[in-house]
């Protein structure tokens, strides 16, 4: 039974058809049908029953399913306990956002792609909230107030950013100088997320509203700078506009704690080598040669 047929046959099961997980594993749709029939001859049994809409489980296929994915993550964990000191392979899949990403971290991913010529490392750059493993993704890169959530979080940096408007939406509206004054106050958001201020030894949540929201933190400054709103926006957007006058700090009294910049994964007994080696690398980025601008400083 060959291990690459077990692990076609757990992203197909995962992703929910041949299209994305041949997408995930960056093979053709044939490659993955083969393996599947050749797996499926070999025990004997259909695990997967082919649809219009994709392919769905059979009962012997959810059974197998687990063993499947078990059997890989041991043979990922043998192949470590066995290669030179410092080697990786496989393939890494990590989501990282693209405000920030391609200038911040994109140039760590090619360094360890150079230390480490036997790692695919597949990159998807998207400010949307990414399901790492309905999506199949190893670890992502996420900037902010991190959420509840089942997923293991690392700690990478700080990220620094304040409250701004534009000098016209001040004069219109004028400008908070409390928190509980917000709520009176035009919010461009990223969603339905908090504010945090702090008020000396004490953290003030806030849960702003307003009409204009953004994935990413450009579209944000854009609104801002169109007078749409109040924004909370990372210092590496908004120092420009700062240092130009067309965006002014708003309630300066009242700062927001520093935000993070964190790797996430699945939660698991112990991290994959090659997670552990790309956490390094970041901390030891931040560490060394802090990125300017609100990411570190």
Same mark, same amino acid.
């Given at each position: 039974?060959e291990?690459?047929? =077990?692990?076609?046959?757990?992203?197909?099961?995962d992703a929910?058809?041949v299209s994305?997980?041949?997408?995930r594993?960056g093979i053709s749709k044939?490659?993955v049908?083969?393996?599947?029939?050749?797996?499926e001859a070999e025990?004997?049994?259909?695990?997967l029953?082919r649809t219009?809409?994709?392919a769905?489980?059979?009962?012997e296929g959810i059974?197998f399913?687990?063993h499947?994915a078990?059997?890989?993550a041991?043979i990922d964990?043998?192949?470590e306990?066995?290669l030179?000191?410092?080697?990786?392979?496989?393939?890494?899949r990590?989501?990282?956002p693209?405000?920030?990403?391609?200038?911040h971290f994109?140039h760590?991913?090619?360094?360890?792609?150079q230390? #480490?010529?036997?790692?695919?490392?597949?990159?998807?750059?998207?400010?949307?909230?990414?399901? +790492?493993i309905?999506?199949?993704f190893d670890c992502?890169?996420r900037?902010?107030?991190?959420?509840d959530?089942?997923?293991?979080?690392?700690?990478? %940096?700080p +990220?620094y950013?304040k409250?701004v408007?534009?000098?016209?939406y001040?004069r219109?509206?004028?400008?908070?100088?409390?928190?509980e004054?917000l709520?009176?106050h035009?919010a461009?958001m990223?969603g339905?997320e908090?504010?945090?201020?702090?008020?000396g030894d004490e953290?003030?949540?806030v849960h702003p509203?307003g009409?204009?929201k953004?994935?990413n933190a450009l579209a944000l400054?854009?609104a801002?700078?169109? %007078?749409l %709103?109040?924004?909370?926006?990372?210092? %590496?957007?908004?120092h420009? #506009?700062l240092?130009s006058?067309a +965006?002014?700090?708003?309630?300066t009294r009242?700062?927001?704690?520093?935000?993070?910049i964190?790797?996430?994964?699945p939660?698991?007994q #112990?991290?994959?080598?090659k997670?552990?080696?790309?956490?390094d690398?970041?901390?030891?980025?931040?560490?060394e040669?802090p990125a300017? =601008?609100?990411l570190g400083?």
């Amino acid at each position: 039974m060959e291990i690459e047929d =077990l692990r076609t046959f757990v992203e197909v099961a995962d992703a929910g058809g041949v299209s994305p997980a041949a997408r995930r594993l960056g093979i053709s749709k044939s490659m993955v049908s083969r393996r599947l029939i050749r797996l499926e001859a070999e025990l004997g049994v259909q695990l997967l029953a082919r649809t219009t809409r994709g392919a769905a489980l059979t009962e012997e296929g959810i059974t197998f399913r687990d063993h499947a994915a078990r059997v890989c993550a041991e043979i990922d964990a043998a192949r470590e306990t066995i290669l030179p000191s410092g080697d990786l392979r496989g393939r890494l899949r990590i989501a990282v956002p693209l405000s920030f990403g391609p200038s911040h971290f994109a140039h760590v991913l090619a360094d360890m792609a150079q230390r #480490h010529p036997q790692l695919h490392i597949h990159t998807s750059y998207s400010d949307r909230f990414v399901d +790492l493993i309905a999506e199949g993704f190893d670890c992502a890169i996420r900037i902010g107030y991190l959420q509840d959530s089942n997923l293991v979080a690392r700690r990478i %940096g700080p +990220l620094y950013g304040k409250l701004v408007a534009s000098p016209d939406y001040i004069r219109t509206h004028g400008a908070p100088e409390t928190p509980e004054e917000l709520a009176g106050h035009e919010a461009l958001m990223q969603g339905t997320e908090a504010w945090q201020f702090t008020d000396g030894d004490e953290v003030i949540t806030v849960h702003p509203r307003g009409r204009f929201k953004a994935d990413n933190a450009l579209a944000l400054a854009a609104a801002a700078l169109a %007078g749409l %709103g109040i924004a909370w926006i990372p210092d %590496g957007v908004t120092h420009e #506009h700062l240092a130009s006058g067309a +965006l002014v700090p708003v309630m300066t009294r009242y700062p927001p704690p520093p935000a993070g910049i964190y790797l996430v994964r699945p939660a698991g007994q #112990h991290p994959a080598r090659k997670i552990r080696v790309l956490t390094d690398m970041l901390i030891a980025c931040f560490e060394e040669a802090p990125a300017p =601008l609100g990411l570190g400083r």
